[in-house]
């Protein structure tokens, strides 16, 4: 599934990614790695962008550009 | 001690946000401003520092989240960590999420065995359980580690013993550790690793050199996670989640913000009253002292009024109505941007911005234009896409900064409130709601005329909470922003003061404002409140001194005066509350302040876009104001 379509409180792992690779080489080196837990924490008001917890590092991204993440759901 | 040759210089490297410049301001006794979100540090510093009698230059660079695709504003910090310029590069590390830092660290291992780690925030990592065993780290890295925190005095002896070691090469032999795939190992075996970065940019196009980038990142992220596995015992981000539960939620969020800003504006807008006053007070009687001493040393009349009824009354006014508001708001701001509410600031915001083609960053720039609009331009230089970028500064004068709350507060107190405090406060929120619309509109406008272009990938990172060290951060602050922003309005100030005083004394000032009248009607104004704004430019201070110097007739500026002398002077002058309301629209919407677009070109560098900017809140402010104007004339109020 896309990491947007993650609700706030369930967890993920990565499966792979259709992202730009400029955008996904910056969310490696934020933390992102195929091995580490992704959290969604919150979602803004606008329902247009949510938080992700992974690595240790807090990280908010648009629906669109997480849209090109995919994930496979391990914990609701 | 810059007397001294230096022994040698040393770099500070890391991620965005980790305390490079709190170790920066350790080591070299300087008060560079820090803050908890990325991107805050935007230049380069440089200072000194002394460790057992030998001086090194010590250099601060901007936070880089990425070496291996670096954004515009982090091309500066790569290329600092890719020279050979420095003996060596101390990367900074945040303990209490080292895999980010230790990623960064590898790959900068990558390009140099120059260097040394610093594990910052270990006070904050304690608490939180989290233990780090330097030893096994200093082994698997082959590198000096050293943790502490660069809020330890002590710390700067520890961080400087390791510096030397790199400086002087008293380090283990460089332990290589394999990043990319076994293939493209395999072929960059027959070159050092300092070259390899290079080989591969010559060889490989940018397409093919892609997927190669993100198989390494992966790697180094999987390898960063196993060495923090080794020499980390932890658990994260878990105890300052109920903050962020409130302040990102749906319901609490926007009000909790809101509430925020009004409280941070009445405590600068009423505690500034006070030391305005004495302020004023002190001025005018250091002006009467002059002048006797002009008189007694028989200076012509035409200096003594050039000398203390421009220059010295005008510069007066712009320290005593400035000064105080400042200095109350920048410390406060500040304690909010170390604490690391600003970026919960743009997650909350960004879908408003988003819609205008923007992004949610653009609410900080905001939020220090409240500050100062010349800090909000320079700041906006945190915004990666050149474009929204461009956005934020061209907008950033909308938003009202603490020269213009004095004016606008007097307006509502006189006609709107009738002295209300507490109304004065609401009207005051409302008066900033519009601005952020009117922000809003004008973002809106740009992207889809001037500005026009698809939106760029969004990445917001949200800091850790970072318990505050209030009067340190104050102190700071109020060193850092004041005294700059203060001269620049004096130095611009006293010319501006000079031309008042020639034109009022040869009584060519109330021709002009008789002249500008007409267009002044059509606005809902007077000719003398348009001459004011025009011969304000210095600074926005000096608005209601300069048209009560002139409805009064009096010949000299003067601050400080009470809102019931303004009174009396406006209301003889034909003023009404529908006046008030025109006043404060174009109080917020004209042309920015001297200091401001001086910035505006600095950052842009472009003549074009500069007078772009004083363009678009002028038309906008004459357009609504004519609107106002209908409006209040069909309605007859």
Known sequence: MKLSMLNVGEKATLSHTNTPHSLFLRLTDMGMSPTSPIEC???????????????GTLV????????????????? | MQNK??????????????????????????????????????AVSQGYGVHNQSTYIIEDIPGISSLTNPTAEEVAAFKAIASDSYDCLVIVADATNLTRSLAITLR????????????????????QGIQIDTKALSFI?????????????SSAALVMDAAESVIQGNVSPFVFTPLYSPETENALASFSYDRRETILHICLSGDSLLPLKVDMAERVATLSEKIERISVKKSNYTSKRLIDTLLCSHLCGIPLMLLGLFLILYITVFLSNYPSMLLSQMFSFISRLLVRLFDFLSVPELVTSVFIHGIYSTTATVVAVMLPPMAIFFPLFSILEESGILPRIAFNLDGAFK?????????????????CNCVGVTNSAIIASKRERLIAILTNSLTPCNGRFGAII?????????????????????????????TILASYILSKTLLKGTGTPFILELPPYRRVNVFKVAYSALRKNTPGILLRAVAISAPMGALISILNRFEWLLPIAKFLDPMGALLHLDGITLLAFILAFPANEIVFPIALMLYTQSGVMVSGFSHATLQMALTQNGWSAASAVSFIIFSLMHHPCSATVLTIKKETGSIKWTLASIILPLAMGVLFCLAFNALSQIFSV
């Not at chain 2, 990558?110 to 304690?126: G, H, P, Q, V, Y």
């Not at chain 2, 819609?355 to 500050?371: F, N, P, R």
């Not at chain 2, 006609?415 to 409302?430: D, I, P």
Request: charged content about 15%; proline content about 3%; aromatic content about 8%.
């Open chain 1, 41 to 55: 924490l919150f979602c803004n008001l606008s329902g247009g962008m949510k938080a992700y917890l992974f690595g």
């Open chain 1, 60 to 76: 908010a991204l648009r629906n669109e550009d997480a849209d090109c993440i995919e994930v496979i759901i391990t914990e609701v």
């Open chain 2, 5 to 42: 040759p230096p022994s040698g210089k040393i770099v500070l490297a890391g991620n965005p946000n980790v305390g490079k410049s709190t170790l920066f301001n350790l080591l070299t006794g300087k008060k560079v401003h820090t803050g908890n979100w990325s991107g805050k540090t935007v």
């Open chain 2, 108 to 127: 900068i291992l990558e390009l140099t065995s120059r260097c040394m780690l610093f594990i910052n925030l270990c006070d904050e990592a304690k608490k």
């Open chain 2, 141 to 153: 890295l082959g590198i000096p580690v050293v943790a502490s925190t660069a809020r330890k005095k």
């Open chain 2, 355 to 371: 819609k205008c083609g923007s992004c949610g960053k653009q609410a900080l720039t905001i939020c220090m234009g409240l500050g």
């Open chain 2, 410 to 438: 007097a307006c509502i107190s006189i006609f709107l409130s009738q002295g209300n405090g507490a109304l004065t406060a609401f009207y005051m929120a409302l008066v900033l709601a519009f601005s952020f619309l009117s």
